[in-house]
Every structure is written in C-alpha cells, then in structure tokens.
C-alpha cells in the first residue's frame, strides 16, 4: 500500500483494501505494516471515499503489531470498540446522524442448573471457593458459561465440575 505514486503528473492515494460488511459499512483488516503518517493519509482518503459511497460504519481491525497505527486512526476520529488478545477493533461512524454501531459485549453470563437425581432429590453443592466458601450454605451449581459455548452445554458443564455428574 504505497503512499502515493503519479502517473502523467497526477497524485493518486491507494484506498485501504476493505470489504462490505451487512449493514452499509466496511470492514478493513490490516496486515500489512506500514507508516503511520501513510496510514494516516489513505485512511482519510478512504474515508472520503467511503462517504461518497453512501457507506455507514467502518470497522478497522488492528492486530497488535500494527499497534502503531492506532494514534493515526484515533487522530482521524476512530474510536476504540473493543480488544482482544491479538487485536484491537476500532470504529467511526461517516453519517452526520446518530451512531447505530452495537456497543461491546461487556458482561458474562452466569449459569445456575436445577437438577434432580432418581429419586427427585435436588443437586446441591456447597462452594470450595467464592464469597460463600466455608459459609455451610447449599446451593444450586452455578458458574459462567465459556466464550461460543452453548448454553445447555454450558450448564451441563458445570454440573460436571461442581458435583463429578455427566449424566444430565
């Protein structure tokens, strides 16, 4: 992604290879390292682009090595979304309306499973660790289910971990 090159006199600037995402936006994953003021520059010819286009949200996924380039993008109006281990996802709204960009995930979910043995009987555990370890309260098992985990496989697993029962 060269800066810049001419051809009979004219300066023609690279757009940032993107792709469309579902809703009117663009998704962009850089890749490729390069200068931060060149990033600057294709990213605001980009984005001018883009709203020429009629596009909405943009979407820049950053893997931490590219984390140069992150100053740029924020100096441009980006804003950060969210990371993860290997990358950071920023954001910016082309619109002159009201965002509709989702906010981040910033919760987990909690679990908690009824379950009743042969006779009817409740599963009940008491913590070995947490705020009511060592209290002598009985309860339900709980816990968190796992980032992509399906909820029922989630709650199953736990009752594995708290009381050794797979069957459930």
């Known amino acids: ?3 810049t090159h001419f051809e009979n006199g004219i300066e023609e600037v690279r757009m940032l290879p993107s792709f469309d995402d579902e809703h009117g936006g663009v998704i962009v994953e850089m890749e490729v390292p ?7 520059v294709i990213l605001r010819c980009s984005i001018s682009k883009w709203k020429l286009q009629g596009k909405k949200g943009v979407w820049i996924k950053l893997p931490i090595e590219l984390v140069n380039l992150v100053e740029a993008a924020v100096k441009e109006g980006f804003l950060y979304h969210h990371a993860e281990p290997h990358y950071l996802m920023l954001v910016y709204w082309i619109p002159e309306t009201f965002s509709t960009i989702p906010a981040n995930a910033s919760h ?7 379950v009743l043995n042969d ?4 599963v009940v555990v008491q913590e070995k660790q ?6 002598g309260i009985w309860k339900i098992p ?16 736990e009752v594995k971990e708290e009381t050794g029962v797979s069957n459930c």
């Open 1 to 3: 992604m060269d800066r």
């Open 130 to 135: 947490g705020s009511f370890r060592g209290t």
């Open 142 to 157: 709980t816990g968190i289910v796992e980032e992509g985990e399906d909820i029922f496989l989630g709650a199953r697993r």
């Open 119 to 122: 006779n009817r009987e409740l």
């Open 108 to 114: 987990r979910l909690r679990i908690g499973a009824i």
């Open 34 to 40: 390069m200068d931060p003021n060149d990033f600057g």
